[in-house]
């Protein structure tokens, strides 16, 4: 017995994908061939896309926004765990990256849940707000550039409804936020968002150490 979470050895993460991994054969294929990719550090974990396919569920959500696509792993797993008529719509910036995005939710029969916008996602957020997005969205998920979180999660945060959820990544970043030797800039930015969703009244929160840390936020 343990009263704090566990560590996982290699063995034990083995087990774990053993015996809890329900992974579509399209998000299987996609992560071996994101795995190749010079910059595969920036995929989520299986079991953390599954996780986020199970918080969607139990949210019931429909409308869901995600800020910061990659090669589309995350943005795929949350559409097909979305009913006939949900939507993702997903921000990036990067073409390249989102153009294997777009072919794997094509395969996978999802493309017309998903709206790609290729822009600057704090352009995006303010265009949604300004146009009466504000409250309607039901589950957001932030993977982006570090330095923005905080801009990005208050944005999501007026753009969702009571009781929706936000799911932000990396705030345990591979351990070095607890490193006072390591001063970078996307390292303090990350301290100062966990910081300031810690005491945010706003919102109920927990940090869940799955994967690289997992933050989540329900709005009251």
């Known amino acids: 017995m343990s009263n704090r979470s566990i560590g996982l050895t290699d063995e034990l993460y083995r087990y774990l994908l053993a015996n809890s991994l329900r992974e579509h054969a399209l998000l299987a294929e996609l992560r071996k061939v994101t795995a190749q990719r010079p910059d595969a550090r920036m995929q989520i974990a ?59 939710w094509r395969r996978a029969g999802v493309e017309s849940r998903i709206e790609l916008r290729l822009a600057p996602a704090l352009e995006t957020l303010d265009q949604l707000l300004a146009s009466g997005g504000a409250d309607s969205y039901d589950f957001v998920f932030i993977d982006a550039d570090k330095e923005n979180y905080s801009e990005y999660y208050d944005r999501s945060l007026a753009l969702l409804r009571q009781g929706g959820l936000i799911a932000v990544d990396n705030v345990l970043w591979n351990g070095r936020v ?15 968002f966990n910081r300031k969703l810690h005491w945010d009244a706003s919102v109920s929160t927990s940090l869940v150490p799955v994967g690289d840390g997992l933050a989540l936020a329900r709005k009251l």
Do not use: K, W
């Open 46 to 104: 299986p079991e953390q896309g599954q996780f986020m396919q199970l918080l969607v569920q139990l949210t019931g959500a429909r409308r869901c926004l995600e800020i910061g696509v990659y090669t589309g792993y995350s943005a795929l797993a949350v559409a097909l765990a979305l009913p006939e008529d949900g939507h993702v719509l997903a921000c990036d910036i990067d073409a390249e990256t989102t153009a294997i995005a777009r072919d794997y």
């Open 178 to 192: 607890a490193d006072p030797a390591v001063n970078d800039l996307d390292t303090r930015a990350i301290r100062a």
